[in-house]
Nanobody
Framework: VQLQASGGGLVQPGGSLRLSCAASEGNFDYYAIGWFRQAPGKEREGVSCISKRGDNSWYLDPVKGRFTISRDNDQKMTYLQMNDLKPEDTAVYSC??????????????????????WGQGTLVTVSS
């Protein structure tokens, strides 16, 4: 599967953005999809991940209640709706896929090292 992320940009604190991740090749519903971010000088971290059928999701604690992940398997698209953005959300956001990740409730299955197929990133800058 090949992935391409889009939708980043400059937004003021409190604003919203929707990131999109388009997939091509392969059977999209074979893969769990995740959104990851990397801020300057920091390690990449999992932001939100969604299971193959979209029936389970995981969120990083600081984004809970502000970000929403969704997917459309027919269109081979995954989205990350980001509301009430904060300056600390500034980072390069990337989407990634993996067919072996198991979305077990109560576990962190959104670890960057568990995802094998990566798209290029899109920069999100939250600043006034």
């Amino acid at each position: 599967v090949q992935l391409q992320a889009s939708g980043g940009g400059l937004v003021q604190p409190g604003g919203s953005l929707r990131l999109s991740c388009a997939a091509s090749e392969g059977n999209f519903d074979y893969y769990a999809i995740g959104w990851f971010r990397q801020a300057p000088g920091k390690e990449r971290e999992g932001v939100s991940c969604i299971s193959k059928r979209g029936d389970n999701s995981w969120y990083l604690d600081p984004v809970k209640g502000r970000f929403t992940i969704s997917r459309d398997n027919d269109q081979k698209m995954t989205y990350l709706q980001m509301n009430d953005l904060k300056p600390e959300d500034t980072a390069v956001y990337s989407c990634a896929a993996d067919s072996l990740v198991m979305s077990l409730p109560g576990t962190n299955w959104c670890r960057p090292g568990w995802y094998d197929h990566w798209g290029q990133g899109t920069l999100v800058t939250v600043s006034s």
